[in-house]
């Protein structure tokens, strides 16, 4: 089955980390994605810009209305999210462990099963490489 | 990372919140600062004990309001003097704190903090200074490594540029638009400050002043995330994340300036980059054009260019004429001849600057611009005066070590 793992946390704490600890951070949850990958169990990965990036569509009975910021205002916020291929509950649970245990402080995962998956066209990876998101810290 | 390492990310996060809403409490920026100080301690102690709590700012509120009012009772008590405006401001802050934590309030807490360091009376070098202490809450030996000051020196400054501020002028009301429009406008300008600070500078001392970039960058990011809806404040951030994604490519291996021509543009931040053209777009959405906005928009136009040749001068030069009517200066003008130097030749480019000689005569990017101008046209006599001058007023070691390749290459030639 497949479920989508969308990780919550606050961005204000994250961009406070230095950078030596964004990149420290990154390589542990690279390790945990590279047992993923070699058990065939890790699908599309994505970290998200800061969501003073993001714009918000709503419809409504006219036009729909273009919004600045995230669909919610909440204390977490959606960072990014991971798509894996498990059995059951109790290993995506294992995994969110993992990834909870690769990230400091605070912060929820919230697993989802998902109902249509369609990988689409290849793209572009993104500095998957890099280290971490520079600039969004100290 | 160590429960420390995240307790200090997480209370450097909450700090600017916090200090704002204890501020707001004590109309006291001291006050307000030693109880933020006296719950971080507490919080070091209790947060690794007990876990993190669900709302790191709300908690350190609570915990400073307690410690704050402690302090000043202590304080009362000895000096025996029955401030009545102090003590009736004490009993208010014993209502309820769901009140107290309404999230209207936040934003104009945060805002009246970062604004409180932009007064007017203060040199700008002191808000950055300042704002870097207040708000950021970096310490003075990290911000006087920043400006290349001693440690005593930078705390003279602090004190002094405090006192001067009084918590007299600071107006507590929740601002009307048009002020609250007034003091985003100065914080703007104080964020890039401190951008500039960082960004000027020369790669020997980069370490300790790149910093300065990261944290203008976090604290226009923390803005934008207030005031969402803010073009400029957009645009600003646009701005800084763009500019800074190319700090990796700036300087060579022995500290010289890279000019953005030979830059190594696979080195430039493609995550920040990527931010900054989200935010122009939406932005643009809000069609009221700023400052910031076109500035963020030539930046982009750089971003945008795979290899030099492929930058779009024209527009380009465009934007600067729109920038030169919103905000004339003759630095813009200088910086709009570069562009006009690449759309329509150096001779062009020259008579578009002379005219500034006077008003540039002791701006270093002035002559050397004139400099690679006169060069161009094969002028070169006039072209080693105007670097030679240009030297004679170079800001860092990296700026004068640039000219002075061209001066080598023209005594070479």
């Known amino acids: 089955m497949l479920y989508a793992i969308f990780c919550y946390n606050d961005e204000r704490v994250i961009g406070s980390w230095s950078k030596e600890e964004d990149a420290a951070c990154m390589v542990r949850l690279r390790n945990v994605q590279d047992g993923l990958t070699k058990a065939g169990k ?24 273009v919004l600045d910021g995230p669909f919610a205002e909440t204390k977490e916020q959606l960072l990014g999210f991971y798509v894996v291929d498990c059995a059951d509950l109790d290993e995506v649970l294992a995994i969110a462990r993992d990834l909870a245990v690769a990230n400091p402080g605070t912060g929820s995962y919230e697993i989802r099963p998902m109902a249509i998956f369609d990988p689409g066209v290849p793209m572009p990876a993104l500095d998957l490489d890099g280290p971490g998101m520079p600039g969004l810290n100290r | 990372m160590s429960d420390l390492a995240w307790i200090g990310a997480t209370i450097t996060a909450a700090r600017p919140q916090a200090v704002g809403a204890l501020l707001r409490y004590f109309r006291d920026l001291d006050t307000a600062e030693e109880a933020f100080q006296e719950a971080s301690l507490r919080a070091l102690k209790s947060w690794p004990r007990n876990g993190p709590p669900r709302d790191a700012a709300a908690w350190l509120i609570l915990v400073g309001r ?87 020196a930078m705390e003279q400054r602090i004190t002094r540029a405090k006192a001067r501020i009084g918590a007299g002028s600071i107006a507590f009301g929740a601002p009307d638009a048009v002020e609250r429009t007034e003091r985003l406008g100065a914080v703007a300008a104080m964020i890039y400050l401190i951008f500039n600070e960082g960004y000027s500078v020369s790669a020997a001392v980069e370490g300790d002043r790149a910093a300065l970039c990261d944290e203008a960058i976090r604290l226009a990011r923390l803005l934008l995330g207030l005031f969402t809806a803010e073009p400029e404040i957009m645009g600003l951030t646009a701005l800084l994340v763009i500019q800074h994604s190319r700090s990796a490519a700036r300087f060579d291996a022995d500290g010289q300036v890279i000019l953005l021509d030979d830059q190594d543009r696979s080195k430039w931040d493609r995550a920040l980059i990527g931010e900054g053209l989200a935010l122009i777009d939406k932005a643009m959405r809000h069609r009221r054009p700023g400052p910031y906005q076109i500035q963020a928009a030539i930046a982009a136009l750089h971003a945008r260019a795979a290899t030099p040749a492929e930058t779009d001068w024209a527009e380009i030069d465009a934007l600067y004429a729109a920038l030169e009517r919103l905000q004339p200066s003759p630095v813009v003008t200088l910086n709009r001849a570069v562009a006009v130097s690449k759309v329509a030749g150096p001779e062009a480019a020259l008579a578009m600057i002379e005219p500034l000689g006077e008003r540039l005569e002791a701006y270093f990017h002035f002559h050397g611009a004139r400099g690679a101008f006169l060069l161009q046209l094969g002028r070169k006599d006039e072209a080693r005066e105007a670097f030679s001058q240009a030297i004679s007023l170079a800001n860092t070691a990296a700026e004068a070590a640039h000219i002075r390749q061209h001066l080598d290459r023209l005594m070479e030639g």
Do not use: W
Request: net charge negative; hydrophobic share 45%; with cysteine.
């Open chain 2, 66 to 152: 307690n410690a704050g009012v402690d302090a000043v009772r202590r304080v009362s008590k000895l000096t025996a003097l029955p401030e009545e405006e102090t003590i009736s401001d004490l009993d208010d802050v014993e209502a309820p704190l769901a009140e107290r934590l309404d999230g209207s309030h936040y934003r104009d807490d945060v805002l009246r903090l970062m604004f409180i360091c932009c007064h007017p009376d203060l040199p700008a070098t002191q808000q950055v200074a300042l704002a870097l202490r207040i708000v950021s809450g970096l310490t003075v030996k990290q911000i006087a490594k920043a400006f290349l000051v001693g440690e005593a």
């Open chain 1, 42 to 65: 890790l699908g599309p990965v994505a970290r998200l810009l800061p969501t003073t990036a993001a714009t918000t569509l709503r419809k409504s009975a006219g036009e729909s209305i």
